[in-house]
């Protein structure tokens, strides 16, 4: 190999050197940007779209169960079974048994639907209070376990 080659050779490995550098210099700093952006978004917009999908939550479950329809319908009767008034002392207590038993079974049953609604509403509280607690804390759990890991304690 010739005086010239060997110089070729060593300007080409530096400057192959230098470019690997620059790439990693490149990559690194993308990881360093990345890490205060993400913190941004996690405390800024992630946090409010959880707290809008909370909302969205609680709104489907109050659409789901209707409630504000067993509300207003809560003393009418089941299904509209409503007997037809005949003529007479015996039709009319005929007809006043048919509508009580009907909206006492209308009374019932929407009592016991509002009540698993408050306990669906129940348990998306603890859910949602679950989930943004994780939320608020999960970075601080990830450098945390990253210290345990990498330096023992």
Do not use: H
Not at 41 to 68: E, P
């Amino acid at each position: 190999m010739t005086k010239a080659g060997w110089n070729d050779s060593i300007r080409e490995y530096f400057v192959n050197c230098l470019l690997l550098i620059v790439y990693c210099y490149n990559k690194l700093m993308q990881y360093i940007s990345f890490v205060p952006t993400f913190f941004l978004w996690w405390y800024g917009r992630g946090l409010a779209d959880l707290f809008s999908f909370v909302l969205a939550l609680f709104t489907y479950i109050k659409n789901m169960f209707s409630v504000t329809t067993l509300i207003q319908t809560l003393f009418s009767p089941w299904k509209k079974m409503a007997g037809a008034r005949r003529p007479g002392i015996d039709g009319l207590k005929d007809w006043l048994i048919d509508n009580l038993i009907s909206r006492g079974v209308g009374f019932v049953v929407r009592v016991f639907m509002l009540l698993f609604s408050l306990l669906a509403m129940i348990l998306a509280v603890i859910f949602s209070i679950i989930i943004a607690v994780l939320w608020v804390g999960m970075p601080a759990l990830v450098v945390g376990s990253f210290l345990f890991i990498f330096l023992g304690y």
